[in-house]
């Protein structure tokens, strides 16, 4: 039974020990920066033949030519038809899901006309090509495809172009089979920095692209923050959280498993529960020890709720509302009586989960929402992937004659007011009579 982090809010270090416990450092050294930056100068200087050293050198893959890297089309659609039927049912089940969701999320072009003739507005356009990176190998995650590739395909992107690394040449046919469904243009079996340098600077045969969203290791999410600026990125994400308030009045071997559904991912992943009733407390973690025995992935569950596990007592559910908007957790679930009156008072969190009926883990997979969240406390000032993410926001400004003349004294006064002569007169010039 891991020992698990005991808090509660009428302690006078509560907030300071809370903070201490949300505390976490990405574990991208100096040494990993330096190897990064080594990776991605290479790729941009010597492009395809780069990329194909480190693969080889990386994913012990021993490949001649970029060619050999492309998945084609018609080996996805073969993974599709090999896996179970109840796989690929889910899968297609989950696209669905996902892109009806995604469909309310689309943003229009607007515009008006002032009395003078003016026309004001903004235009929306979808990103050219966007990049998606998905881990490979043993691991599977068909689902990172989905919720990465399907708003990408709701806004409109003509290409995305997924990475995928294959080491040793292993397939996952469900990741295969994702990309078949979610409509990737392109599949390369490449990954690693490699990887993200290739879709940010392009080479021979990568097109650059102008996004790249997607999880993967230290390597690739340090490779993301130095690329970012020569395109864009989704976000650094952090280890996976979930914070779950409950009232008392649910199962408590529920309460558990949910825990334990974050804290599976790795060591570093971070679950807490708060509660008003501290005997309900007590109750989980009973559950805790009587579950986790049965848990395959049992020695990363209880060193993650060891090191970053807590059971936090507060006076009230309006207390618990502090302490949810100062964790700004990843996954929120609220297991309460009025699950919906709580989540209207949230203001930092990834995703809302109302109601005890209500699993985090349907929000991975296929509740329809993305289940790419900021973490890290983040929260406060990011929001879930989405169709916006992969949309591009032009302001439209027109002009009359009348709203020249209109305009152009205050841009006139405004721009001498910063020392700008040729702003002013630029502005002026189109005030005057034609030819005066």
Same mark, same amino acid.
């Given at each position: 039974?891991?020992?698990i982090t005991r808090l509660d809010s009428a302690q006078a270090d509560f907030r300071e020990r809370l903070g201490r416990l949300l505390e976490w450092e990405s574990v991208s050294d100096d040494r990993i920066k330096d190897t990064v930056r080594g990776i991605l100068d290479d790729v941009r200087r010597r492009g395809d033949a780069a990329v194909l050293e480190y693969t080889r050198r990386f994913d012990h893959l021993d490949v001649a030519s970029m060619a050999e890297l492309e998945i084609p089309a018609a080996e996805l659609e073969a993974a599709l038809e090999r896996i179970p039927a109840d796989q690929r049912e889910a899968l297609r089940a989950a696209a669905e899901r996902l892109r009806a969701y995604a469909g309310h999320q689309s943003m229009a072009s607007w515009s008006y006309t002032e009395a003078d003739g003016t026309v004001l507005g903004q235009q929306v356009s979808p990103l050219d090509r966007a990049g998606l990176y998905v881990p490979g190998g043993k691991a599977a995650y068909p689902s990172s495809v989905l919720m990465n590739a399907v708003p990408a395909k709701v806004a409109g992107v003509p290409e995305v172009i997924m990475v995928v690394p294959t080491p040793r040449g292993e397939r996952n046919d469900m990741v295969m089979a994702a990309a078949a469904i979610a409509g990737v243009d392109r599949v390369i079996a490449l990954g690693g920095a490699q990887a993200v340098a290739a879709l940010a600077y392009g080479t021979e045969s990568i097109p650059q692209v102008d996004k790249? *969203?997607? $999880?993967?290791n230290v390597f690739v999410a340090t490779a993301k923050r130095q690329v970012f600026g020569t395109v864009g990125i989704d976000m650094i994400a952090g280890p996976s959280e979930i914070l779950v308030v409950c009232d008392g009045? *649910?199962? $408590?071997?529920?309460?558990?498993?949910d825990l334990f559904s974050q804290a599976e991912h790795d060591e570093d992943a971070q679950a807490i529960l708060v509660s008003p009733d501290g005997a309900f407390l007590e109750r989980v973690a009973e559950s805790i020890e009587r579950l986790l025995p049965e848990m395959p992935r049992r020695e990363i569950i209880a060193a993650s709720m060891a090191e970053r596990g807590a059971l936090i007592k507060v006076r009230d559910l309006d207390e618990a509302a502090e302490v949810i908007d100062f964790v700004a957790p990843e996954h929120l679930e609220l297991s309460v009586a009025d699950a919906e009156g709580l989540a209207a008072r949230?203001?930092?969190?990834?995703a809302i989960f109302m109601g005890r009926y209500t699993a985090e883990a349907l929000g991975d997979y296929c509740a329809g929402p993305n289940h790419v969240l900021p973490t890290s406390r983040t929260a406060r000032f990011s929001s879930p992937l989405g169709v916006y993410d992969f949309q591009k926001r032009s302001s439209l400004i027109g002009c009359s004659a009348a709203g020249a003349a209109n305009l152009g004294p205050t841009a006139a006064t405004l721009a001498r007011g910063e020392g700008l002569e040729a702003h002013a007169r630029s502005a002026e010039y189109r005030t005057r009579e034609e030819g005066g």
């Open positions: 039974m891991p020992e790249i *969203t997607g $999880p993967g009045q *649910t199962d $408590p071997d529920w309460i558990a498993m949230v203001r930092n969190a990834g």
